[in-house]
């Protein structure tokens, strides 16, 4: 896992449920920091709400990521 990645472990969790997560279910990261999680989710088909108490966290993974 390198520095701005979800964990491998998280990442196989999503590849292995996938069906789960490309339906287009709506899901709530709260605590995301920088997003890396919600993205991963995101990519697989879930629609994300990602939350943050640390606003510039939030704000540069959605300026890296293109969310608004």
């Known amino acids: 896992m390198g ?10 969790f999503i590849s292995e449920h ?3 997560f490309s ?14 999680d919600a993205k991963v989710i995101a990519r697989a088909g879930g629609q994300v709400l ?11 993974r959605s300026r890296q990521s293109g969310w608004h």
């Open 23 to 36: 339906s287009g279910k709506k899901f709530i990261v709260p605590g995301c920091g920088r997003g890396y």
């Open 3 to 12: 520095q701005g990645d979800s964990s491998s472990g998280f990442v196989d």
């Open 50 to 60: 990602a939350a943050d108490i640390v606003e510039g966290g939030v704000r540069i």
């Open 18 to 20: 996938a069906d789960f």
